[in-house]
């Protein structure tokens, strides 16, 4: 019985900035997430929204220079993963904290057969030797769907499809049963049918290994299929945490509004997708206000002198809005708008 009520990943108040010469880049802002065993939680938002750099700075993969983690915590099983050695990091990543990334073309070794790059995982973090870490990589390619695991782990990348290259991603994040997964659009550039293989697969392996899943994505789709929990995030925050359920039906913050609002109806006869009007600010100057309150259709004065701070409602959703506020002065009936 997996205990899900227990926390094991804690993100405190996390800040990662990039120093460039046009000043510093604010990627990620001050969020804060709690990640709870055998629970998947997803973080969506727009491209540039500090999705993937949350995280890579869990697993402490930020370029240095010029980025670094400014400021906060992230406590795995209670210890600090921001304090530690980078040695002490290694025997975590890949280990205790693995990640699926994004493009598995540019994360694999192009020269290496699959089967050795699984293989080195475990021959490092489980102490394998080299036969008895072959013939794990052979099954966890099974485990994973890859037909003839025996042939497949012979070859290199560029002979596999890319259905079966994110299957290999997987199966080396896999490989040392983790107890956090981190998958950063795990399904980008996949048919349909692959990415609910995909999909279905890591649902499937995580309620037998019972590990903590932080999926990492902008197809709300996957989310409402996939996970317990979502974190909105907007220009380095987040502006609204709730269960899955609660955000699709009663989203709070307007812009999570406007991302339901964009996306297509399948019982509307529709011309054109709606939008969410202006663009996000930029990451090097971030208004005084609300991040959000110039493209928002229920601004006030208040919206633009002081950022809200993210809290918790009657109802458990935490939304970082003044409409949620006793300080909200504007007209009565617009906070029911957005639910």
Not at 18 to 28: M, N
Not at 117 to 124: K, M
Not at 148 to 158: D, L, T, W, Y
């Amino acid at each position: 019985m997996i205990e899900k009520n227990k926390p094991i990943l804690e993100v405190k108040g996390l800040k990662t900035h990039f120093s460039t010469k046009r000043g510093v880049s604010k990627a990620v802002d001050g969020i804060d997430f709690t990640l709870h065993k055998g629970e998947t939680l997803g973080i969506v938002g727009e491209s540039g929204c500090g999705k993937s750099m949350t995280s890579l700075s869990i697993l402490r993969l930020i370029p240095s220079p010029p980025g670094k983690i400014a400021g906060g915590q992230i406590l795995f099983k209670g210890k600090d993963l921001v304090t530690l050695s980078e040695n002490e990091m290694r025997e975590i990543r890949g280990n205790e904290i693995s990640m699926i990334f994004q493009e598995p073309m540019t994360s694999l070794n192009p020269v290496i057969p699959v089967g050795e790059q699984i293989a080195e995982a475990l021959r490092l973090h489980q102490k394998l030797g080299r036969k008895a870490a072959w013939d794990k990589a052979v099954e966890m390619l099974k485990l994973v769907g890859i037909p003839s695991p025996e042939k497949r782990a012979k070859q290199e990348p560029f002979q596999l499809s890319g259905g079966m290259r994110q299957r290999v991603m997987i199966a080396m994040a896999l490989a040392c049963t983790p107890e956090v997964l981190i998958a950063d659009e795990p399904t980008t550039a996949l048919d349909v049918t692959i990415q609910a293989q995909i999909l279905e697969l890591i649902k499937d392996l995580q309620s037998k290994l019972g590990m903590g899943v932080i999926m990492i994505t902008h197809d709300l789709g996957v989310v409402a299929e996939t996970c317990d929990t979502v974190a909105v995030m907007y220009a380095g925050n987040i502006i609204e945490h709730a269960p899955t359920d609660k955000i699709f039906e009663h989203p709070k913050h307007p812009y999570t509004q406007g991302l339901l609002d964009s996306l297509p109806k399948i019982h509307e006869d529709q011309e054109e997708l709606r939008t969410i009007e202006g663009s996000v600010p930029s990451p090097y100057h971030f208004p005084a206000g609300c991040r959000f309150a110039s493209r928002c259709p229920f601004q006030q004065p208040i919206c633009h002198e002081k950022q809200p701070e993210l809290l918790e409602q009657k109802d458990g959703v935490k939304v970082r809005c003044w409409m949620y506020t006793d300080q909200w002065t504007g007209p009565v009936g617009k906070k029911e708008a957005v639910k």
